[in-house]
């Protein structure tokens, strides 16, 4: 693939020329969704070369069986993936019966366009068929933000040196395979086709998890855009259901055909009203027509964009770069319904299952928080605690007692699926990122309502998980955490990992702060949650016993926290000696030998010093940047964020300019070579970060107040991000030689600019 080939706009992702080696990444890059559906930017019409389908529907999934070489205790049965779901948008096209395939005919001015500003994808090219006839071919589509069950197409094919017959073949495929199959298993089952005139459906079941979902397609026709009827052939097959209509055109004319698709699920529907919730879907799309849908959906994604933009002058890569992560965010979760969550691939490819990590707590809830307003963050929340009975089966299931939780490190519905031990059950870190959440989210918003009324009780359970898994060491007289992996997933079964450690300790004492504010403010609350988890006073000493006593490792010699209690038994080569043949090094060493050595994938003992930078002095956050940022590769999409940020907490710009680059362009440019699999949706969260908190240095300290830092990088002219702030719409405004702030709201905001207190007067801007 040629890394190099996404042109650079500030609103588009654009590609000019068609290379098959592309394909693939392409259909990645220029995924359209939003938040409840979305799907690859496959070809509508057939393409016989290299290919992934993809169209995926939010918590529909599949439990499948779990392929391991070997089965220990405790090992999940299943792993839950996103469906691949029936395939809507099929239309094969023919020319005089010579069949439209891009991998076949010669391709010419082909351009493929992801518009972000208004939230639509299209293509045109030139195609010279075999047979000689060439035709002009523009293709327009999106999936509905407003009718958020609803697609729609626009096919256009002009006939340029020729006279004849252009058929047209919609239709819906529900025979789909999931490209990550552990059996090459069909994970569906069809249950009714229905066709009508110019419109059908299908009813398919998902096996082993029976969600039902009705697919449904409607179509019409226009030459020169004049409205014609066609002659309608039905095909009904096992699997899919193929419509075929011929149209006569003349040297010079181009006809069209408008699809509309609909997907809906008995997650929102009665499963004996799915068909006709289908059909009502696309009949409604075809009563307002593709121009009108088109209009709203511009008119939605500009609302979005009002809190959501980042405008940066002087920088068009990273202009795009964070655009690019802003749109697919949208496009992935948009906060309207609990039940869902944040897949680190989202609607863009199957990799991770489409599962949710401990991405969502530790990186999407800021940017859902500012974007939006409090209840999307809230939503996030309350998806972990409608699981906690599930999170404590889970740890029952590994000895643990009384209560004790831990939240799964891959789930669709709280039961972990993951089956890499040295993952799923060693990267027991994502227990304290579900903490962090609901502080990080009470902290931001002030509601700290939402501690009383679902929080605390997760609390509770997690406090003690921490409390059975740490254990005390006679050798160094404290409490140590022993046979875990911490975010730096190139290091397993190590003891003592500094971040995992520091979690387990800030949880007790969060949780045991929490229980005395809650005592005090909301009594029956607090009576309610004690007799629900027999929880005593006793018990919380015994946990603080463990908290106060937490071991960390230090080295004397470096004057750091170390990763773990044998990082200095390594040989410590820093990644710029690597030869760039050796990597991506998970790419091309050896496990063995990725282990032994002392390369870290993402931040690790950084990340803690993210989270807790309030409880570490900037000559801390020096010394250990320069200590371990020499030594890692950023293997992990979550890696570059968190280093951008803190480069430019300790005043590392340059630094902290190259982290974005990457972190904003990751999949743009490629860096880790698996683009093809699907776009890094959770850590582009990470991305906005690394300019709002990175370069703008916003941050919300435990007093409550919004706090700014403001830099600029060398290579920007300005840059600018808005925020929502506990209800107040504020806009700050960064240039070379001053800072803005912009209240769009109706109260006063009081806020810190570096250090120094100062007002933003009700609807009015203030000059630095």
Known sequence: MNKDYIKPYEWSIVEEGFDPENVEASESLFSIGN???????????????????????????????????????????????VLNAPNWIGIDIQINETELDLNTCKVSNFKRELNMKEGWLSRSFNAILETGEEIQVETKRFISLEYNETGAIEYAVKAINFSGEITFSPYIDAGIKNEDSNYDEYFWEILKIVNGKNNGCILSKTLK???????????????????????????????????????????????????????????????????????????????????????SQKESWSNIWHTADIIIEGDIKAQQGIRFNIFQLNQTYLGTDARLNIGPKGFTGEKYGGSTYWDTEAYCIPFYMATKDASVAKNLLLYRYNQLDKAIENAEKLGFKNGAALYPMVTMNGEECHNEWEITFEEIHRNGAMIYGIYNYVNYTQDFEYVPKFGLEVMIAVARFWHQRANFSEAKGQYVVLGVTGPNEYENNVNNNFYTNYLAKWCIQYAVECLDRVAQEYPADFKRVMEKTNLTNDETKQWLQVAENMYFPFSLEKNVYLQQDGFLDKELIPVAELPTSERPINQKWSWDRILRSCYIKQADVLQCMFF????????????????????TVHESSLSPCVHSILAASIDRMPKAYEQYVRTSRLDLDDYNHEVHEGCHITSMAGTWMSIVQGFGGMRIWEDGVLSFNPQIPKEWKSYSFTINFRGNIIKVYKSQTECKFFNESENDVKMKLNGEEILIPANRSVIV
């Open 35 to 81: 938040g409840s559906m979305g799907q690859r930017a496959n070809f509508e019409e057939k393409y016989s070369g290299k290919t992934f389908q993809g169209s995926y529907i939010g918590g529909i999934y599949y439990p499948d069986k779990t392929r391991v070489g070997w089965w220990k205790n405790g090992y999940p049965e299943y792993f839950a993936k």
């Open 612 to 631: 807790f930078e309030n409880k570490f002095d900037k000559e801390d956050l020096e010394r250990h940047f320069d200590f371990y940022e020499p030594l």
């Open 209 to 295: 998890t029976a969600f039902h979902v009705a697919t449904a397609m409607e179509v019409s026709f226009a030459v020169n855009n004049e409205k014609v009827d066609a002659l309608q052939q039905t095909e009904v097959e096992e699997k899919s259901l193929h419509y075929t209509y011929k149209l006569n055109v003349s040297e010079g004319d181009t006809a069209k055909i408008y699809k509309f698709g609909s997907c809906v699920s008995s997650l929102n529907y009665p499963k004996e009203d799915l068909i006709e919730a289908a059909f009502d879907n696309v009949k409604k799309a075809y009563k307002l027509g593709f121009s009108k849908l088109l209009e």
